[in-house]
Each structure stands twice: as C-alpha cells, then as structure tokens.
C-alpha cells in the first residue's frame, strides 16, 4: 500500500476551478492505478475519475466530463483533480484512492489506500 495526503479542499462559487492534489508516500506509485471519489451528506460515495498506471489512460463518470482532469506526475509521487466549472453539485468530500495494477476501476473496493478526504464545498 501507499499512504495518500490530499490538499486543496476550500469553499468556492459556482463556475470556479479548484484542483485538488493527493501526495503518495511510499514505493512504487508508478504502479498504482490512482482514482477520485466523492461522498456527498446521506449519499454513497461515487466515482469522479480515474487514470490508469500503464499507460495513463483517463476515465471519468459523465456528470464531470469536460470539467474535471485527472493527471499524475510520477516524478513527484501525486495525482492531481482539476476541476473547472464547478456547480453546487460537486460538493462533497473527495477521496483520492490508490490500487496496485488497477486500471479503469470505478468501485471503491478494488483499491486498498485511500486519503482522508478534503471537503469541496460550492455555493450557488
């Protein structure tokens, strides 16, 4: 496993950008399959994104298609989430998530390290 530290959390306005960055500690990130999800109040934590270890490739769930980024920079161990054009909807606390070997994975239970979630919060 990897240890993951996210930061970049904050209030915002809808229609701003924030990014999100998840630092990993430990060996062998360059094999990890790295995801974003999300868990809003009363609701089951879902996936946002996803970038693959061999080749990364980038997937991500139709509601933030063509607002969110995912990218990893393997020289310093971090995942990044931009996100652009937020709504009210996007609140919620994010989980960067890691998994050996993983590839366009989009269940929590297929990966084994997990962050401790800063809070996004967009107000209308």
């Known amino acids: 496993q990897v240890q993951l530290v996210e930061s970049g959390g904050g209030l915002v306005q809808a229609g701003d950008s924030l990014r999100l960055s998840c630092a990993a500690s430990g060996r062998s990130f360059e094999t990890y399959g790295m995801s974003w999800f999300r868990q809003a109040p009363g609701k089951e934590r879902e996936f946002v994104a996803g970038?693959?270890?061999?080749?990364?490739?980038?997937y991500y769930a139709d509601s933030v298609k063509g607002r969110f980024t995912i990218s990893r920079d393997n020289a310093k161990n971090t995942v990044y989430l931009q996100m652009n054009s937020l709504n009210p909807e996007d609140t919620a606390v994010y989980y960067c998530?890691?998994?050996?070997?993983?590839?366009?994975?989009?269940?929590?239970?297929?990966?084994?390290?997990w962050g401790q979630g800063p809070q996004v919060t967009v107000s209308s």
């Open positions: 998530a890691g998994g050996r070997y993983m590839s366009r994975s989009r269940e929590p239970r297929s990966f084994d390290s």
């Open positions: 970038i693959s270890w061999t080749d990364d490739n980038t």
